[in-house]
Nanobody, 122 residues
């Protein structure tokens, strides 16, 4: 059973940085595509970034130039470096996995972590 565990969330001031980690275990196929999603109070869950099996990555327009996704296959981990954080980045961040290439839709991912809270506030 594929399992994902997020960590690295917290409280940060506007303009600050955080690095989220997603530890991936239990996969029996080639390394899955990993997506980062977020959900703010009262809003739908939305895609933030994704990294495919081949390293191809994608970003939501509003985070381009500020967020960087990367993976360390040796550690079975995916990271989301978030710089220049804004109050509107406040949300619970989730990582999710699927066996094929990246997809933008929540419903395309079968495996989810429990989420980590990111709060950007002064």
């Amino acid at each position: 059973q594929l399992q994902l565990v997020e960590s690295g969330g917290g409280l940060v001031q506007p303009g600050g940085s955080l690095r989220l980690s997603c530890a991936v275990s239990g996969f029996t196929w080639d390394y899955p595509a990993i997506g980062w999603f977020r959900q703010a109070p009262g809003k739908e869950r939305e895609g933030v970034s994704c990294i495919g099996r081949d390293g191809t990555n994608y970003y939501k327009d509003s985070v381009k130039g500020r967020f960087t996704i990367s993976r360390d296959n040796a550690k079975n981990a995916v990271y989301l470096q978030m710089n220049s954080l804004k109050p509107e980045d406040t949300a619970i961040y989730y990582c999710a996995a699927r066996s094929n290439s990246c997809a933008a839709f929540v419903s395309a991912y079968a495996y989810w972590g429990q989420g980590t809270q990111v709060t950007v506030s002064s």
